[in-house]
Nanobody
Framework: QVQLVESGGGLVQAGGSLTLACTTS????????MGWFRQAPGKEREFVAH????????YYADSVKGRFTISRDNAKSTAYLQMNSLKPEDTAVYYC?????????WGQGTQVTVSS
C-alpha cells in the first residue's frame, strides 16, 4: 500500500512561514504529479498547488499565489510547500496528493494553524 507522510505543520503567527514536506517510499515517485490541498473546519477540501512530475510546471490557487511555493526533490521522493506571509485564513489541515493517470494517493494531513 502506498503511503504518503506529511510533516512540517504547526502553529505560527500571522506573517510567519512554514514549510511542509510530503514523502513516500514509492520508488516511482518521479513519475507522479504532486499536489497540495487543504481543508478548513466546516469547509470542503480545496486545491492549493500542483507540480508536474518533472517540476517544470507549477500551478497555484489564486488565494496563495505569490505567497506559497511548491517544489519537489525526486531523488528524495519528497514534495514541499513553502508557505510565506501566512494569514489566519490559511488555517487548515493540509494534504498532499500523488497522481498519475487514474491513480491517486493521499497523505493523512498535517495541521497548520495561523494565529492573528
Amino acid at each position: 500500500q502506498v503511503q504518503l507522510v506529511e510533516s512540517g505543520g504547526g502553529l505560527v503567527q500571522a506573517g510567519g512561514s512554514l514549510t511542509l514536506a510530503c514523502t513516500t517510499s514509492l520508488r516511482t515517485f518521479s513519475t507522479y504529479a504532486m499536489g497540495w490541498f487543504r481543508q478548513a473546519p466546516g469547509k470542503e477540501r480545496e486545491f492549493v498547488a500542483h507540480i508536474m512530475w518533472n517540476g517544470r510546471s507549477t500551478y497555484y490557487a489564486d488565494s496563495v499565489k505569490g505567497r506559497f511555493t511548491i517544489s519537489r526533490d525526486n531523488a528524495k521522493s519528497t514534495a514541499y510547500l513553502q508557505m510565506n506571509s501566512l494569514k489566519p485564513e490559511d488555517t487548515a489541515v493540509y494534504y498532499c496528493k500523488m497522481s498519475y493517470l487514474s491513480r491517486a494517493y493521499w497523505g493523512q494531513g498535517t495541521q497548520v494553524t495561523v494565529s492573528s
